[in-house]
């Protein structure tokens, strides 16, 4: 098992900037990447960051430029630096582990944290 705890949401006003963080804990070892997702109200879910266990990256061309995803592997740590805000990246944003471990075959299983409240607002 792996759990995932999101900090770092809340208000800030269009072009500003913040850094959410999604500790994880449990069965490290087996997570292969991490990723950012966000839902806003009445929209589907979507990727917006994701970083895999050998630091590859990639974003969602609606972010590009302006957010950031990184690691701390001694703090089991990653982060995402979100800058030049705007009001359509208000959502809640959501980490998400990817985990594969081999017992007698391979098993891929995914894990959430509980999100956090981004809000662009003037």
């Known amino acids: 098992q792996v759990q995932l705890v999101e900090s770092g949401g809340g208000l800030v006003q269009p072009g500003g900037s913040l850094r959410l963080s999604c500790a994880a804990s449990?069965?490290?070892?087996?997570?292969?990447?991490t990723g950012w997702y966000r839902q806003a109200p009445g929209k589907q879910r979507e990727l917006v960051a994701r970083?895999?266990?050998?630091?590859?990256?990639n974003y969602a061309d609606s972010v590009k430029g302006r957010f950031t995803i990184s690691r701390d592997n001694a703090k089991n740590t990653v982060y995402l630096q979100m800058s030049s805000l705007k009001p359509e990246d208000t959502a809640v944003y959501s980490c998400?582990?990817?985990?594969?471990?081999?017992?007698?075959?391979?098993?891929?299983?995914?894990?959430w944290g509980q999100g956090t409240q981004v809000t662009v607002s003037s």
């Open positions: 998400n582990a990817e985990a594969t471990w081999f017992q007698g075959r391979w098993y891929r299983d995914q894990y």
């Open positions: 449990g069965s490290i070892s087996r997570i292969i990447a």
């Open positions: 970083i895999t266990s050998s630091g590859n990256t």
